[in-house]
């Protein structure tokens, strides 16, 4: 009587362990243990007086990304979790939300590495004698520089959560957790993972600039990646540079195919639609996992208990069916929002405080002259940026466009692409400052380019994927009528891609502004170049420990970057949204 | 009030079951664009007994949505109450459960956690779980799909998952809310007799089934009573009990007798005999006055010229029913069309037929322009047109928002953004208006017919 056939995707059940699982659990017991190993590191004494040289062989270097990685772990973790409540808050409760989102539009635009002189005095002091302190600081910058587009797109897609299966989970009556965990949560997945992957690929450039610093005139090199690359430049040491950015290289590609490419493949499964994808996203990794015993043995004998005894416990919390509305709030509630009132209150208090001393110290330290050059400075910074999204779209639209229109050679291309956006150029900027200092380029062109190196990259593969996502029938239609040329650029091909290039370019300048702390002003051994700009400004105050000076040079960026925010982007995204959508 | 009769007993003397839920006097108002509010259920009383396959029969945005989900409490009604059981409802109610149009399936479980979702609330261990959970599948016929992904299964299977998920809680009324009107036809007549079936089933905790449709055909078919909502604001027109035996044949006097009387009360209430108004005198005051506003089918212009075409072209086709059936559309679209048709007064609708006025036969034979004049004029004998046209003699553009505001305050039971939309819709074929959607101004269509061919 069934006239569907069935097709369900059948589950092998071996039901025994085999090589793969072997192979498997030596793998987790061998993160388990570096975890421990490389933490370890962290927690040794540190004093700043004495601080042990880093090692300089080639050998190290394991080690040292080990550490590398386990910060960017460690950092997308509190992400993560920063992200789950502060998100959900602002889903959920009306008062939250108007102060949760404005106050991350605005973080998201104080550019973070201005704040690590402060953010690494701060974090010492809290751990005196301990290299957590500077491990902290180096934690709290990647945390400041991925957490926001993730909390972001969290929020977005909880608010966007289809109304009828909203209206299914009240109808079934799940409670808070149930909820959470069989709708939020899943329905939230696929956007969480990509916005995930993508700020963790932007970590490195934080991670990379965090593990060497100066600060109030000292210099402090966390073992890492970063730093070896920066005592190897430092030394002129060739071999060890280039060795620190093939190391770079492997870790970055490693957690793409081991990590996000198979969470990827895994959470196509979590996508809205109900039609089978043509194209679903393959892993090998992901395929080689599917296959193994070990995990089903876990859900068995490990998950499914936990979760078990989780459901039962937040049976207790929530009262049985028929549900009453309440007639007074309930406990848990009134808790919860005193628990958060006093917390908002005691974050509030503290900034308001700190703002206001801010503003005092400002006014005490920085003359209006200073306050009209440092502005100066910041205008010559956003032509830079601006310079530099002009020739890298001219540069790469049309080479994005013609990958695009090849899904094989956009196959490999964009990941490529990706992996490029994802590595911290800025760990290579001494060696090309060198190049700058042979050529004698000056730094105020020269700045454009590195600002250029690490944020280009946004803009290709968004144009790829733009590229890509033109459907068929529109090329065939214009094939039909014969465009070509400037006709065929100019009714199809850039208003299909414009969405796609606004995204790619305010990220990409919006990288840049950060970029532009390490790019204006960067040392090739014992030459240091300048260039003019609020980059080099905030970088050379930075260094100095002037803290009025700091405090108002990172606010004018603040203020350049959201005014932009506001006058360019916003409308270029609505334009988009309003006159280019493609369904 | 309203009786029902169990269909399988025929000699009892007709008693009236006890209630299981009902809203009393339930009015629901939402505010809409503007911030205005809009009415859409005014004072209704409804009552669901036990035993009985009840039918809400509505056109889409009569409300019969929202009186679902008072009565499942997944709404609270602005005035009246809802009570179950005689207890005012308090939250959602425990003894009803929802099958939705969309089949609203998480597509990241498969089906047997999806079906296993409708016990989430209860508290009870996961061997009792699973038990339920398997007799729910079994019972509605997908076992082998256990491990499925709804993606994987068709339209007529999901449903079937929703289906289960609503009865594994053992719920004594199921409330249908469109269930069938995303299925194909062979799909959903199938599903219908299975829900039939499962209704007379004494071996469920299932006693009535509530269902929500647009579906004339569905409703007779299905239900033992039958109820016809009628919208802007929606209130309860005609109360009919169904006492044809099952399984009902479609093609039976009886049931076509039914479906006859139906059609004849939703026409004679949406399309009545009434001299037209008088049109507004030109340069009198207009009234804006409720009473006097009339409101206009969402409709757009192309539907109503293939009306009109389909009149001439087939002029043995009169009647509003083999109309409905001529242009393929569900007889509450229909109405909508034929209305929109008659008060710009191209057609006339003498009982349940539907001719040509001279207008419309000379409208038909106009040339474009010819066309867009007649409309035009047609458009100035609406009041609701003159908010519009009031603004536009004194400047060239006017806001949306503004507009909006005014339609609501003119036409209270209607969604002011629909009527809008509908009205620029037709002021562009009239040639008189045109919407910028990026300034949201309506604004006065420049002559051009001069320099057109």
């Not at chain 1, 030394?235 to 060890?240: C, V």
Request: with cysteine.
């Amino acid at each position: 009587m069934n006239p569907d056939l069935p097709q369900f995707t059948a589950a092998e059940h071996r039901g025994r362990f085999g090589w793969l699982d072997v192979v498997i659990l030596a793998g987790l017991f061998g993160l388990l243990w570096s975890v421990l190993h490389f933490g370890e590191g962290m927690l040794v004494h540190f004093d700043e007086k004495a601080m042990a040289p880093l090692e300089t062989g080639v050998w190290s270097i394991p080690y040292y990304a080990g550490r590398t990685l386990l910060r960017m772990w460690i950092a997308f973790g509190c992400s993560l979790i920063f992200t789950f409540s502060v998100g959900y808050a602002a889903a959920k409760s009306r008062v939250a939300r108007s102060f949760i989102l404005p106050a991350i539009d605005v973080l998201q635009s104080v550019p973070v590495l201005g704040f690590l002189s402060a953010t690494v005095t701060g974090f010492m002091a809290l751990f005196p004698g301990s290299l957590l302190g500077v491990e902290c600081a180096s934690i709290f910058a990647i945390f400041t520089g991925q957490v926001w587009n993730m909390t972001f797109g969290f929020y977005h897609s909880m608010v966007t959560i289809p109304s009828d299966l909203q209206e299914a989970a009240t109808t079934f009556g799940l409670n808070r957790w149930q909820r959470f965990s069989t709708l939020e949560v899943p329905s939230s997945m696929h956007s969480l993972l990509w916005n995930s992957m993508m700020s963790f690929g932007g970590g490195w450039f934080f991670v990379a600039q965090s593990e060497a610093i100066s600060v109030m005139n000292k210099s402090i090199k966390l073992p890492g990646l970063g730093s070896y690359m920066a005592s190897a430049v430092e030394r002129g040491d060739n071999t060890g540079a280039f060795w620190a950015v093939v190391a770079m290289l492997v870790v970055i590609v490693a957690s793409d195919q081991f990590v996000w490419r198979p969470l990827i493949a895994w959470a196509d499964k979590f996508k809205m639609e109900l039609t089978e994808a043509s194209q679903a996203p393959r892993s090998w990794v992901y395929e080689l996992l599917r296959g193994a015993y070990v995990f089903e043995w876990l859900a068995e004998n490990l998950v499914h208990p936990v979760t078990e005894r989780l459901r039962i416990f937040t049976h207790k919390l929530t009262p049985a069916p028929p549900f009453k509305r309440r007639s007074g709030p309930d406990l848990a509630q009134v808790a919860g929002v005193l628990l958060g009132g006093a917390f908002a209150l005691w974050v509030g208090y503290h900034a308001f405080t700190g703002l206001l001393s801010a503003i005092e110290t400002v006014r005490r330290g920085v003359s209006l002259e200073t306050l009209g050059k440092v502005a100066g400075l910041g205008l010559l910074t956003m032509l830079r940026v601006l310079a530099m999204t002009v020739l890298a779209t001219l540069i790469w639209t049309p080479i994005g466009v013609w990958i695009g229109f090849k899904p094989s050679v956009a196959r490999i291309a964009q990941p490529l692409a990706q992996i490029a956006a994802s590595f911290p150029v800025n760990m290579t900027f001494p060696i090309v400052v060198g190049l700058f200092v042979a050529w004698r380029i000056p730094m105020n062109w020269g700045s454009i380019f590195l600002i250029a190196m690490g944020t280009q990259w946004y803009l290709l593969f968004n144009v790829i994927a733009g590229a890509m996502a033109i459907p068929n029938d529109l090329k065939d239609v214009a094939r039909t009528y014969g465009l070509r040329g400037w006709a065929l650029w100019r009714t199809l091909i850039l208003p299909a891609i414009f969405p796609f290039w606004v995204t790619g370019a305010c990220t990409a300048a919006g990288g840049a502004w950060n970029a532009s702390i390490v790019a204006e002003w960067a040392t090739w051994g014992d030459t240091t170049l300048k260039a003019d700009g609020l980059g080099a400004f905030i970088a050379e105050v930075t260094q100095r420990g002037d803290k009025p000076l700091i405090i108002c040079s990172i606010a004018m960026m603040s203020l350049f970057v959201v005014a932009t925010n506001q006058l360019l982007w916003r409308r270029l995204y609505a334009l988009a949204e309003r006159r280019f959508r493609l369904d | 009030m309203a009786k029902s009769t169990a269909p399988l007993p025929p000699a009892a003397p007709p008693k009236t079951p006890p209630v299981i839920a009902e809203l009393r006097n339930v009015t629901k108002s939402f505010v809409v664009a503007g911030g205005s509010e809009m009415k859409v259920l005014d004072q209704i009383d409804l009552a669901v007994h036990e035993g009985e396959l009840l039918a809400l029969l509505g056109q889409s945005g009569s409300g019969k949505s929202t009186i679902l989900r008072c009565l499942t409490g997944l709404t609270q009604p602005t005035i009246g109450r809802v009570l179950c059981y005689g207890q005012p409802l308090d939250g959602i109610n425990p003894h009803a459960s929802i099958v939705f149009q969309t089949f609203a399936l998480y597509p990241w479980l498969t089906v047997e956690q999806n079906v296993a979702v409708g016990l989430m609330s209860k508290h009870m261990s996961r061997a009792d779980r699973d038990v339920a959970v398997e007799k729910a599948i079994e019972l509605i016929g997908l076992s082998n799909y256990h491990a499925a992904y709804p993606r994987e299964i068709s339209g007529g299977m999901r449903q079937r998952v929703g289906i289960a998920r609503a009865l594994v809680s053992a719920p004594e009324i199921l409330c249908l809310d469109e269930a069938f009107s995303a299925l194909d036809v062979l799909t959903a007549e199938n599903l219908r007799h299975e829900m039939i079936s499962l209704w007379h089933k004494k071996d469920t905790s299932l006693k009535s089934i509530f269902m929500v449709t647009h579906n004339i055909e569905e409703a007779v078919e299905m239900a033992t009573r039958i109820c016809i909502l009628f919208p802007r604001p929606g209130r309860l027109g005609l109360v009919l009990e169904n006492n044809l035996p099952y399984p009902r044949d479609s093609k039976s006097p009886e049931f076509q007798n039914l479906v006859r009387t139906i059609h004849e009360t939703i026409t004679t209430l949406t399309l009545p005999d009434l001299p037209p108004e008088p049109a507004p005198v030109s340069g009198a005051p207009i009234s804006r006055a409720r009473n006097r506003m009339e409101s206009i089918p969402y409709v757009p212009v192309g539907q109503i010229l293939g009306l009109l075409s389909i009149l001439r072209d087939t002029p043995d086709v009169t009647n509003i029913y083999d109309i409905s059936d001529e242009i393929g559309k569900e007889f509450g679209e229909t109405i909508g069309i034929v209305k929109a048709a008659e008060i710009l007064e191209m057609v006339d609708t003498p009982k349940n037929d539907v001719r040509l006025t001279d207008l419309g036969q000379r409208f038909l034979s106009a040339d474009r322009i010819g066309r867009r004049q007649i409309f035009n004029d047609q458009i100035h004998n609406l009041r609701i047109f003159h908010i519009i046209i009031e603004y536009l003699k004194l400047q060239d553009e006017v806001e949306a928002d503004q507009l909006l505001k005014d339609i609501a305050s003119a036409l209270p039971y209607d969604n002011p953004e629909k009527i809008l939309q509908t009205m620029v819709a037709w002021g562009r074929y009239a040639g008189i208006m045109d919407f910028n959607a990026n300034t949201r101004t309506v604004f006065v269509l420049k002559d051009e017919e001069e320099e057109q061919p």
